[in-house]
């Protein structure tokens, strides 16, 4: 349901202020939701340059590099190896004295701690719409707000559950070919690295302990 002036009048005779924020809500939700859901090649680019860091004092991270013929990205909370180079990406200056760290071993070895596996298709639409709740809030509250979502099928300790940074979860996914093409392994022990696989590459995405108490 749009809403017009007229609407809005008619739902303001009818409801009660609270109702129709409410309302507004839930229609800007489902259209962040079905624009941010949509796959092409362009967000699968703005995907892979996301997972770069933005942070100028983290130069090992603003660009792409290569280890044992893969292209590696990193911010510090998640890691792609690419299959192919991916040309878009920046690389490194050639005056750059830096040492980068050795990943690609740890996104291999994440795969060993898998104990359960499903397609990524499954966890899209609670990806998607968290990410779009977030930007409802960020709009409403004029404040950057990241919520986790809890993965429901690990239950670590009593007072903990595992979750993942959406936002973090979805660049990864889109920038190895999108929802349709990746797995997510789900690791066996308490942070342990989220795993994720496609065609195009395989990729990391840290965990994050959510207590039970907090309200998602």
């Known amino acids: ?26 229609q800007i939700r489902i259209e962040e939701s079905e624009k941010a859901g949509k796959y092409t090649l362009a967000k699968q680019k703005t995907a892979a340059l996301n997972c770069l860091s933005k942070d100028k004092t983290r130069e090992l991270l603003t660009h792409a590099w290569i280890e044992q013929e893969k292209q590696i990205i990193c911010n510090g909370f998640l890691a792609i190896a690419f299959n192919e180079v991916q040309s878009y990406l920046p690389i490194q200056r050639e005056d750059f004295k830096g040492e980068h760290p050795k990943l690609l071993q ?5 795969k060993n701690t898998i104990t359960e596996t499903i397609k990524a298709i499954e966890i899209k639409d609670i990806v998607i719409q968290q990410i779009a709740t977030n930007k409802i809030e960020n709009k409403v509250k004029s404040k950057a707000i990241k919520k986790k979502v809890i993965i429901p099928a690990i239950i670590t300790l009593s007072e903990f559950r595992i979750g993942f940074n959406p936002e973090f979860m979805n660049n990864t996914i889109c920038a190895l070919g999108g929802y349709d ?22 990729a990391i995405v840290l965990p994050v302990r959510i207590k039970e108490d907090i309200t998602q």
């Open 106 to 110: 740890s996104i291999t070895e994440a």
């Open 1 to 26: 349901m749009k809403f017009s002036a007229i609407n809005i009048l008619n739902l303001i005779k009818e409801y009660n202020v609270k109702e129709i924020e409410e309302m507004c809500l839930t």
């Open 181 to 202: 093409k990746c797995s997510i392994g789900w690791p066996n022990k308490v942070m342990s690295p989220i795993f994720i696989e496609s065609d195009e590459g395989i």
